[in-house]
């Protein structure tokens, strides 16, 4: 069964989900899912959202915190306060405004968190220009890092990796020792993927040369071009011989 509120509006009081719900209005409570239950949530809630199993999907707006036990959140919008994770996993693609706690499961960040991370436990990525406005405490667990970190960032137990890309505004520290962000291990590079053989381009077959016979018989006949006569002549009769002329002086 799936329940829908097409037309939007409001809806009040507290949904229990063990079915497929729609919300594209806004609820004036809470919303808690259960085994069974898939949330659609284009609009807004302006209390919790609690998912003990199931799987969500929130395009809209939590008005306060999200809180995750089991099964698959995926965040496109919002949430108001605090995301809470101790089972499952989440994908972060939206905002959260205020911290976020990792206790155990999976968190993907893509987009921003407002306060502070902290992680006891689970595996959690901060994707390169993700940003994170607080500090940043691991107590345990897998921590990747290649995003922003506005605040802190202390290690203090678990696995940490950072990528090349991964900046941190505040202090760095490790078990209590402060260092440089670049001591912390990186990232392990992927594999380079092997380069396939390009083969080579098949040549064209090259024309046999023509003889000079075959040559003279394609070219074009050339066209006899007439000498052409000067536009002035003289007249011999107006030619003066002024030598003749210099020697009749003389004599």
Sequence with gaps: MELRNP????????ILLDKEWQLNGALTGSISIVEGGVLRMNGATSQDVVQEAGDSHIRGAVGEDAVVFGGSMKI????????????GSVILNGAVGGDVVIEDGELAVRGSIGGDLTQSGGTTSIAKNSRIGGDVTVDGGTFHLAGIVGGDFDVNSGQVSVAPTARVKGDCTMQGKEMELHDLPEMPAMPAQPEMPVPPAPKAPRAPLATVAETAERAEPVERVASIEPECSVDPAHVVDTVSDEEDADA
Excluded: F, Q
Aim: proline share 0%.
């Design 7 to 14: 037309e939007g509006g409001m809806v009040r009081g507290e």
């Design 76 to 87: 496109d919008g919002a949430i108001g306060s605090e995301l809470i994770i101790r089972g």
